[in-house]
């Protein structure tokens, strides 16, 4: 259903463009109201057009729904864990965290005794042992891709999916390998290790991972900490091989062939090659095909003595990419390395051509100004937040980057024979790097350096699109601009706007763990808990990327159950990587343990206040409430689990009680002091535990809906068996994080609604 949205948004905002564009550009332009026969051909060329428009767009519709049967035909008969046999040429191998990725495409899978072509696959090897265009037999275990299962989540199976790799084979066996040994795209692989290895040699760690990434597309020695920092800045785009490399390498290249006398046909050939062997060394990554295409259309262009356009060069590098793989229509990689050209084409030039600035500054900020304007949206989109002083950040570090690109190459090859004269060629490189670095944290520093939008609507991306076309068309019509950025920076605070409105609450899927977000109807935020024992780095990975896809850029109260990891991994994930977080609140009565010290350090650190609750002692906001019944001063143990903080949450609409780790004697103990009365929302006690959720306390509770929080195949055996039937005895629903994923209740007339992630997916 999101893909058909998407699919549909396109093929409508497209089509509507093309009528429009067609139509004012040869009616309005070129139409004589006195020459019938000028009217006619006024408008039979638009005509022509839009119909040319449309049967590309049908025919990639058709291309589309034919690998879709294709992949259907044999991902309908894959399971998890099947045992298959796949024979497929290698087409690329990248070295990461000490292990191979190798992807084989042109593949054939063998499933019993029938025989299916099938799209890419990818599995790993501990050695590297085979050669890139060899074609290799392998035998392994079918681990299909996961989708996310929260907001914001990385959703694998969208991801792979969109490269044409539909699974990947675990505990792989190379049984068999045909074809000859140290071929064209091998040589080509290994001449990008050997300058990976200069680099490496030449230069300080962090210095050989951006250099190697940034020229190469070699990653295995970028440092995370120096990712982070160059995405939170904004400029992550000079990590890609993208259109910036191409240009300055190729355009550098041509240019110079052009004043040695070389004929057109000469230049270009030779510019042509170093750049197409240049895209194969990098990887060829989508934004670098694209830039490869358009670049060898200027070169012919020039060959046979045309202009250059670059929107018939960007439309061209669009089909053919499609053509290979349509899925990559949907691949943020691919969106946003258009969106920018045409943020430069269709916005910039634009603006540039409706009046020339008087000073190059002007016209440098009107480009780079709708660059933002035509990707700022789909960051927010696909990564929630926005660096906000990107733009300022690359007017600083675009100038030299040609300089890094050219010395970081001269060097790489140089070093090939002579690692003493590299080395004097990379410290020029170094001191661009230190200076990117000092320009990166200064900026990261900065107030409101890093802006959490949430995630737009992709209506809401549509409709923010159709408007910019709009004005521009009018603006163009009226041969003037002022007011445009006034005009974009409005649009473009109104897309970026996307606050959680009204209740909600939010039962994370963490794994084996808790993690629950609540906003009230008066806007603060809640979390409780938030860890796990069976997902790694779920504070980064889940936790985190839900709250920015929300919107959520800070949480006003953080509720520690109890300290155990599955409750507070996360939390201190989140908290070492300095997002907001008020107070944090414990119960009066938690163990002081080293896990409780450690948070208390933490909090400390991050400027977070630590909060301390009683029984009895309640938070109020607007007409909510949230009150602590439990542990209080005459309950004694040693037992974290037992100690658990307990909360019951009200409002006018909506009742709720989150009970941590607590086991059947403490529900007992609600029980028994008239602590247990009916709520809206059950937040299943220890993740479903059969011996917790017992009988008495969930007939006093009668929830409306139960959630339970665990993991899938959990050693624990949550849910247990006993606790689900007093559960569904109590008369409440029952929603399993492990089956819905994350699951939402907001309120429709004053009833509550639930909201599963995995619904329909």
């Known amino acids: 259903m999101r893909y058909q949205k998407w699919y549909l948004a396109a093929v409508a905002a497209g089509i509507l463009f093309g009528i429009v564009w067609n139509l004012w550009h040869n009616t309005i332009r070129n139409c004589s109201e006195k020459d019938s026969m000028a009217n006619a051909r006024a408008w039979m060329y638009p005509a022509f057009r839009v119909g040319c428009f449309l049967a590309f767009f049908l025919a990639g519709i058709f291309h589309f729904a034919g690998n879709e049967a294709f992949r259907q035909n044999y991902m309908s008969k894959l399971q998890d864990g099947m045992q298959v046999t796949v024979q497929g040429k290698l087409c690329s191998k990248q070295l990461k965290n000490g292990q191979y990725s190798y992807y084989l495409d042109h593949c054939y899978l063998s499933i019993g005794q029938e025989i299916l072509p099938c799209n890419q696959i990818l599995f790993y090897q501990t050695s590297d042992d085979d050669s890139i265009g060899q074609t290799l037999i392998v035998t392994g275990t079918v681990e299909l891709w996961k989708s996310a299962s929260n907001d914001g989540n990385f959703d694998a199976k969208a991801f792979y999916e969109s490269k044409k790799i539909d699974f990947q084979l675990k505990e792989a066996i190379v049984k068999n390998v045909y074809g000859a040994e140290d071929g064209f795209g091998e040589k080509i692989y290994r001449l990008r290790r050997k300058i990976s290895g200069v680099y490496e040699s030449c230069m300080s760690t962090s210095d050989a991972g951006v250099l190697s990434t940034m020229t190469l597309g070699e ?61 194969m060394m990098s990887g ?26 670059t929107l018939s060069a960007l439309g061209l590098s669009a089909i053919v990419i499609l053509l290979d793989n349509p899925y990559l229509l949907w691949y943020a990689g691919f969106l946003l390395s258009f969106a920018a050209v045409l943020g430069i084409v269709a916005v910039g030039q634009t603006l540039i051509k409706i009046k020339k ?63 003493r004269a590299a080395g004097i060629l990379f410290v020029p490189c170094h001191w661009i790097l230190v200076f990117y670095e000092k320009v990166c944290r200064l900026s990261v520093s900065l107030p409101g350096a890093v ?107 953080w509720i520690v159950s109890h300290t155990d990891a599955d409750h507070i991994s996360g939390l201190k994930e989140i908290l070492q990587a300095e997002y907001e977080i008020d107070h944090i609140v414990f119960s009066k009565y938690v163990l002081n343990d080293e896990a409780y010290q450690e948070l208390l350090a933490l909090a ?65 103990y609600l029980v028994e002091h008239k602590k247990a009365g009916s709520v809206t929302f ?21 929830p409306e809906i139960t959630t339970i929080s665990c993991g899938e195949n959990n050693r624990y055996g949550h849910p247990g068996e006993e606790a689900l039937c007093n559960i569904k005895e109590s008369g409440s629903a029952v929603y399993e994080t492990m089956e819905c994923g994350r699951i939402r209740i907001h309120m429709e007339n004053g009833k509550p609604v639930v909201e599963k992630f995995l619904e329909g997916r």
């Open 219 to 279: 990653k295995n020695l970028l440092d995370a900490e120096v990712k982070q920092m160059y995405q939170k800045a904004g400029i992550s785009h000079v990590l890609a091989i993208s259109g910036l490399h191409i240009s300055v390498i190729g355009m550098g290249l041509y240019k110079l062939l052009r004043k040695i006398k070389c004929s057109f046909l000469t230049s270009g050939v030779i510019a042509g090659t170093v750049i197409g062997g240049y895209g």
């Open 682 to 702: 059950y937040k299943a006690a220890h993740h479903g535990s059969r011996y917790s959720n017992s009988r008495d306390f969930l007939m006093a509770l009668s």
């Open 357 to 419: 600035p008087f000073f190059t500054f002007s016209e440098n900020f009107l480009v780079s100004f709708a660059i933002q304007l035509a990707t700022v949206p789909l960051t927010a989109y696909f990564f929630y937040e926005v660096p906000v002083w990107s733009m300022l950040i690359n007017f600083f570090v675009l100038p030299i980057i040609g300089v890094l690109l050219f010395l970081g190459l001269l060097g790489g090859f140089v070093g090939l024979l002579s690692v």
């Open 604 to 668: 400390q650190t991050y400027g977070t206040e630590i909060l301390k609750m009683d029984c009895g002692d309640i938070f109020t906001d607007g007409e909510a409430g949230l009150r602590c019944i439990f542990p209080d001063q005459t309950y004694k143990s040693d037992d974290k689990n037992a100690l658990s903080l307990v909360l019951r949450y009200e409002d006018q609409e909506f009742s709720g009680i989150f009970t941590g780790d607590i086991s059947s004697t403490e529900e007992q």
């Open 284 to 309: 060829l990554g989508t934004s670098t095909i694209r830039a490869v295409l358009m670049f060898f259309v200027l070169l012919f262009g020039q060959w046979i003595g045309r202009s250059y356009d």
């Open 451 to 557: 802006w959490i939008t949430g995630q737009p609507d992709w209506q809401k991306l549509l409709l923010f699109y159709l408007i910019l076309g709009a004005v521009l068309f009018a603006m163009k019509k009226m041969k003037q601009r002022r007011g445009f950025v006034f005009i974009g920076c409005f649009m473009l605070l109104a897309v970026l706007h996307n606050p959680v409105k009204g209740f909600e609450l939010d039962v994370l899927d963490v794994g084996q763990g808790d993690g629950m977000y609540l906003h009230t109807k008066e806007g603060t935020n809640f979390f409780f808990d938030g860890g796990s024992t069976d997902v790694s780095k779920v504070g980064t990975y889940r936790m985190l990327p839900f709250l920015k896809a929300k919107g959520v850029k800070k949480i006003d109260y």
